[in-house]
């Protein structure tokens, strides 16, 4: 015959301890089989089954009703929260699924993730978990860092691959540099574009010292290509606009171009001459992340 698994143990000696404690609690057999569901025989088998287990009595009748033990007392004791908290873990269970679906979550973003690239992610987070109340913080690369280790936020989304090594970044998007023109510009037109075509128009660029106008200076430098800057100017929508206008050129990411464009700009890739940007996930090492932090940042992976 096979033995018992420890499993199969604690099971069998569930049943006994609630028939003890109901009969500790109410007194009576009786009430403890009614309160059970069960008959009272069945009720006194498991008392008598637990006290031959545990080699003590621990009830002893005091007029008409029961009443425990010093064995019983400490059993009392240690099996009540047992029991009890068995016996609430539907509604605890609900409790903590409720809690997952509600709470705060806080995501930290530059200006073009936040306008081009989280739209869609933020509103199916929202439709899955209305009750979250969700925090986007418009800051830039480092500013968004900072506040990750400070604590102000879950999790940061957006391009920013060279991190310190108390951060964790994982890709998840790569985006093409495009140069943008007017529809009617010539280099719109041209089969194939050199960098060198574009020196002699002026680009329009970030002000200097954003990651966009490094990389454009840099890919210029390495070529030794001269280039001309016609306009400094924050905000890829604006850039766009004065692109369309005729006011320039310019070499943007491919993130910030929407089918709204096509219309107003011509665009060619240059990742001949400049690297993709990549977008992804910034998150602390070591750091669990929340239910609502893991929901947000696997719906930032399935939109790709």
Request: aromatic residues 6%; glycine residues 8%; hydrophobic residues 45%.
């Amino acid at each position: 015959m096979p033995k018992p698994t420890l499993l199969r143990l604690k099971a069998d000696r569930l049943k006994p301890l609630r028939a003890f404690c109901q009969t500790a609690r109410l007194g009576s057999v009786s009430r403890a089989a009614e309160s059970l569901l069960l008959s009272q025989p069945a009720v006194t088998l498991q008392l008598q089954a637990l006290q031959r287990e545990l080699g003590v009595t621990l009830l002893e009748r005091s007029g008409r009703r029961l009443s425990l033990t010093r064995e019983g007392e400490a059993l009392y004791e240690l099996a009540r929260p047992l029991v009890e908290g068995l016996e609430a873990i539907d509604t605890l269970f609900r409790e903590r699924l409720r809690s997952l679906d509600a709470g705060e979550l806080r995501v930290a973003a530059g200006n073009s993730t936040i306008a081009y690239l989280l739209p869609g992610i933020v509103q199916a987070f929202r439709a899955a978990y209305p009750d979250v109340r969700l925090s986007l913080h418009n800051v830039t690369g480092a500013g968004g860092l900072h506040l990750l280790r400070d604590e102000g936020a879950d999790l940061v989304i957006g391009s920013m691959p060279d991190v310190q090594g108390d951060l964790a970044y994982v890709p998840v998007y790569s985006f093409e540099p495009m140069l943008i023109t007017p529809p009617d510009h010539p280099l719109a037109t041209m089969p194939e574009i050199a960098l060198a075509d574009l020196s002699p128009y002026g680009l329009i660029l970030p002000p200097q010292r954003q990651a966009a106008d490094r990389m454009v200076d840099l890919g210029f430098q390495r070529a030794r290509v001269p280039y001309t800057v016609a306009l400094e100017v924050g905000g890829w929508e604006v850039i766009k606009q004065y692109v369309a206008m005729g006011l320039g050129i310019s070499i943007v990411s491919a993130i910030c171009l929407t089918d709204a464009d096509r219309g107003r700009l011509a665009s060619r890739s240059l990742a001949a001459y400049f690297p993709s940007r990549s977008y992804g996930v910034v998150t602390r090492r070591g750091r669990l992340l929340s239910p609502q932090a893991q929901a947000f940042v696997a719906l930032v992976q399935a939109a790709r």
